[in-house]
T-cell receptor, first 111, second 116 residues
Framework: SQQGEEDPQALSIQEGENATMNCSYK?????LQWYRQNSGRGLVHLILIRSNEREKHSGRLRVTLDTSKKSSSLLITASRAADTASYFC???????????FGKGTLLTVNP | EPEVTQTPSHQVTQMGQEVILRCVPI?????FYWYRQILGQKVEFLVS????????KSEIFDDQFSVERPDGSNFTLKIRSTKLEDSAMYFCASSATPGGAYNEQFFGPGTRLTVL
């Protein structure tokens, strides 16, 4: 089984529409984080939600976390062409330091 | 805004050669990490480093790999004898407090390693 599986694998929308990406995980976590990666570039931290939080907002981003279902969603409202990127969820938990990443969702926002 | 930097941005090497990838973490951060991403695959954890020692490592991080903080600012990843399968993007990350379990990690832009 794999920690941090996003769906859909790819999402194509028009500028101005909302984009929703989902992430499921297997083990217990302390937090879940979302990162963005533009093609061939580094990872940009977007938002962190802790296991005792259910929802968090940052600008046009809204993240939810359901620990009973071991799932999270990332909503980007009023998308822009510049939002085109891969989006990854990453989980941290237990006594370790590492983040465990999912395979990511490739979001394409068409102008 | 402070950021993690990595050099070089692209490294090409011959199989069997040693490579050193360099990172300058954010200056007041204490925890340092290396991850890699093989083309088209997940970002994978390699190693975390705190207080001049490895705090955690993955199965990928075998004897061919080593990390060092040679001075107060640099954090390096050495691959002793590169293999074709080491070709990947290598990301350095740092955090002020234990990342992963508690807080966000800040990533550098990556070094693309190509082993021929």
């Amino acid at each position: 089984s794999q920690q941090g599986e996003e769906d859909p694998q790819a999402l194509s929308i028009q500028e101005g529409e909302n984009a929703t990406m989902n992430c499921s995980y297997k083990t217990s976590i302390n937090n879940l984080q979302w990162y963005r990666q533009n093609s061939g570039r580094g990872l940009v931290h977007l938002i962190l939600i802790r296991s005792n939080e259910r929802e968090k907002h940052s600008g046009r981003l809204r993240v939810t976390l359901d620990t009973s279902k071991k799932s999270s969603s990332l909503l980007i409202t009023a998308s822009r062409a510049a939002d085109t990127a891969s989006y990854f969820c990453a989980t941290g938990g237990g006594s370790n330091y590492k983040l465990t990443f999912g395979k990511g969702t490739l979001l394409t926002v068409n102008p | 805004e402070p950021e993690v930097t990595q050099t070089p941005s692209h490294q090409v090497t011959q199989m069997g050669q040693e490579v050193i990838l360099r990172c300058v973490p954010i200056s007041n951060h204490l925890y340092f990490y290396w991850y890699r991403q093989i083309l088209g695959q997940k970002v994978e954890f390699l190693v975390s480093f705190y207080n001049n020692e490895i705090s955690e490592k993955s199965e990928i991080f075998d004897d061919q790999f080593s990390v060092e903080r040679p001075d107060g600012s640099n954090f390096t990843l050495k691959i002793r004898s590169t293999k074709l399968e080491d070709s990947a993007m290598y990301f350095c990350a740092s955090s002020a407090t234990p990342g992963g379990a508690y807080n966000e990690q800040f990533f550098g832009p990556g070094t693309r390693l190509t082993v021929l």
